[in-house]
Structures are given as C-alpha cells and as structure tokens.
C-alpha cells in the first residue's frame, strides 16, 4: 500500500488543537475558537479545508452542484463506498433515494413502535433489579443494533459481529503516523470485507427467497424499471448498519450523559412526552452525535474569501455549526425548551439523513422508557468517562451509572 491510498484517512485524524483525550469528550471550547477565528481554515497536515460557520456550511450543503458527496479519483484506494447514496450526486444519488425512502416512511417506520418498545423493556428488564448498569453496554449499544438488523433481516446471533464490524468502520487513526494510519486501514478493510462477504450471501438467499425485511425489499425494488446492481445493494447495507447504530447509540447515551450532568433535568422530562422530544431535539445539537461530513469541490471555487481547488476535501464540522451563536442564543448553555432548534445533526438538503425519522422515533419510545422506570439516575462513583475513539462520532464507549428502580421495586 502506497503513502497516496491513506491520503484520505488524513482527514480523520484529530486536528492539532485537538489532540489531548479530554478533547474527545469536550471539543466545544477548541471549535468556537476556530469558529470565531478562522471559520474557513486549510490544514497542510490532514490536507483538507475546515469549515466551522452555520452559514458556510449551508451555504455548501445547500449546493449540491459544486459541492460534491462523490469521492474523487485521486483517492481511489481509499475506504470509501463508491456506489453507497452517501457518496452519490444526483440523478444517481435521486434513484436510491427513492428505492430506500419507501423503508423509512413514517407508515413502514410506525410498524416498528410497538417492538422497539418491547425491546427496551427487555434490555431494563435485565438490570432493573441490580440499580445499576453501563448504559452504553447494557442499552445504547444493543437497542439500535437489534432495530436494525431485524429490519435487515438479521440472524439473532450474528448481531454482536455487526457491532463489532460497525464500531470498526468508524475509528479515527491513534495519530498521524504512517504505522497508525496502516494499522487502521487494516482493520477497516478487514471489516469491509467480512461485511461484504456476510451480505452477498444473504443477498443471494433474499433473491431466491424474499422475506418480511429490509434486504428483500431493496434486492427487488424497482425505480423506472430498473432494480440496484449488487454493489449497490451492498454499500446501503453497510451504511444502514453503521449510519443505522452509530448516530442512534450515541444520541442514547448523550442524552442520559446529560441527565447525569443536569440532575435536575429528570423529573422535568420524566413522563412528560413533549418536553422529552425537545430534550432530544437539545442534546442533537448540544452533544452533536455525528461531528463531521465530507464534501469535495466539484470545480475551482471561491468560498467567503478563500480560494478551493477542484477536488479539494472539506470537512464541515457540524457539531460547531450547531453552537454558532449567529443562530443559537446562548449556544453553550442547554435549554431543552430550545424552540426553534434549526440543529444540523443529521445534515441538510439532498443528504439529509435518511435514518432521521427512525432515530428520532427510537429515541422518543426508548428513552420514555428509560426515564419511566429509572429513576435518580446519576453517574456511578469514580467512574471515568471515556470517549469513542472516532474523530467524527461523539460519543461514549461506556457510561457505568447508578438508579433507583421504579417506585423503589
């Protein structure tokens, strides 16, 4: 493998104000210095543009047409996903669009409430009794985990190898040097592997034998006649799966991350299903699940001032957007009656997250749940916080915590 294929994984590498592990579980003060500095920064050793202003980076989601989703032929060796509706533009990028929104419209979601309920039930169920638990591990994890593989049509215990396959496609090298960089494109296209070899069979079988699930559906979906080519089929499997767990396991345990942090903010959301989506609607934006997208410049362009290449890599870091006090009042304060919350948590424009719906849906049922039958729930004694290791996701490897159980049972 050659220094050029992991030009690309550059741009995951933790920017240099950045660096220190505390960073990872609170890089707001480091973003709104460089908001309010350089909103628009080239960085010579990750090779990409920063952007960090709300209004630049709508100003680029908003322009499909010179800002691009499609990785361009200089990074070829990359792991991306070439023929995934991440990484298309339109009128390809409209077609699988098409053929995935009919999964996640609101009456296919709906079908899901009652066993997305039912799942979080079981998962509290098993801890209840103890009155206490790592959250991550015990609920945050498995709860998306299960959703999606059941909607994939998922063997019951191949879950734990999605997860752990998953929770590979989204690390951050340790650091920039080359022996770090190789040892995690190994690990990914290991992953990678393994994926594509477990969905072509699965593909195969969904094929000749379609099923009540979501493989099915996509396998012999048609959009003006014509039906996905395998690749096709593969890359929205993988990112449903990663996409599908990562976004949602993170907003779980961010938000119970701030009911730890705001004590006070539990019997205020407790039983209360309105000012619960709001809550949910905050922490989007306060503990921004997904911190960054990428964009490629589809020709030279000047953008407020600074001159890009074609082809250049500009990595929008919405998690910064989402505290630019330009549009937030009091942006690093979290107000869970926030109205209007113009968040950017799941993107803008054509790539608006296609999981959106359902994330916020498994977020409204299960943490309802959560905060019904857990009550006082509080970080547990000497427990440390660790962050995952991804430069992009925010979130927590595990969040050991302490509770009461519903009405002292």
């Not at 997860?163 to 920039?176: Q, R």
């Not at 396991?249 to 705001?262: I, K, S």
């Not at 009656?337 to 296609?354: E, K, T, Y």
Request: charged share 25%; net charge negative.
């Amino acid at each position: 493998m050659t220094n050029e294929s992991l030009e690309l994984e550059k741009v995951f590498l933790p920017f240099s104000e950045n660096e220190l592990p505390s960073s990872f579980l609170n890089p707001f003060p480091t973003l709104n210095r460089l908001r309010q500095t350089t909103p628009i920064r080239y960085d010579e050793t990750r090779q990409c543009w920063d952007i960090f202003g709300y209004q630049e980076i709508m100003q680029i989601l908003k322009a499909p047409e010179c800002f691009s989703s499609v990785v361009p032929g200089k990074f070829e060796n990359s792991l991306s996903l070439p023929e995934s509706i991440l990484e298309l533009d339109p009128p390809q990028h409209t077609k699988l669009r098409k053929i995935a929104g009919k999964a996640f419209a609101p009456a296919a979601l709906s079908q899901l409430e009652a066993k997305i309920a039912s799942i979080a039930n079981e998962l509290i169920d098993r801890v209840v009794q103890r009155g206490e638990m790592d959250f991550v591990a015990d609920f945050a994890n498995p709860l998306p985990v299960i959703v999606i593989s059941e909607m994939l049509g998922v063997e019951q215990n191949d879950r734990a190898l999605f997860k752990h396959w998953s929770d590979t496609m989204v690390k951050s090298p340790a650091d920039a040097s080359p022996e770090s960089l190789e040892r995690l494109h190994t690990e990914q296209l290991q992953a990678r592997r393994e994926l594509e070899a477990y969905f072509q069979k699965v593909i195969e079988l969904r094929r000749s034998d379609p099923q009540e699930d979501l493989i099915s559906q996509i396998v012999h979906a048609e959009v003006d006649g014509e039906t996905l080519t395998f690749n096709q089929i593969v890359e929205f499997c993988i990112l449903l799966l990663v996409a599908g767990n990562e976004t949602t396991t993170n907003l779980f345990g961010n938000f119970v991350r701030l009911l730890t942090e705001r004590s006070e903010l539990q019997p205020a959301v407790s039983g209360n299903p309105e000012r619960l989506k709001t809550m949910i609607e905050e922490t989007l934006r306060f503990y921004s699940p997904v911190q960054a997208l990428l964009r490629y410049t589809k020709q030279d362009i000047d953008l407020q001032g600074c001159h890009l290449k074609k082809d250049d890599v500009l990595v929008l870091w919405l998690t910064s957007a989402n505290r630019d006090p330009a549009v937030f009042d009091r942006p690093d304060e979290l107000d869970i009656d926030r109205s209007p919350n113009p968040h950017v948590a799941f993107g803008f424009g054509i790539h608006f997250c296609l999981g959106a719906m359902l994330s916020r849906m498994e977020a409204q049922i299960a943490l309802d749940i959560v905060m019904r039958r857990l009550c006082n729930i509080r970080l547990a004694p000497g427990a440390a916080l660790t962050p995952i290791p991804s430069t992009f996701f925010f979130g927590l490897q595990a969040l050991p915590i302490e509770f009461d159980p519903e009405n002292g049972l």
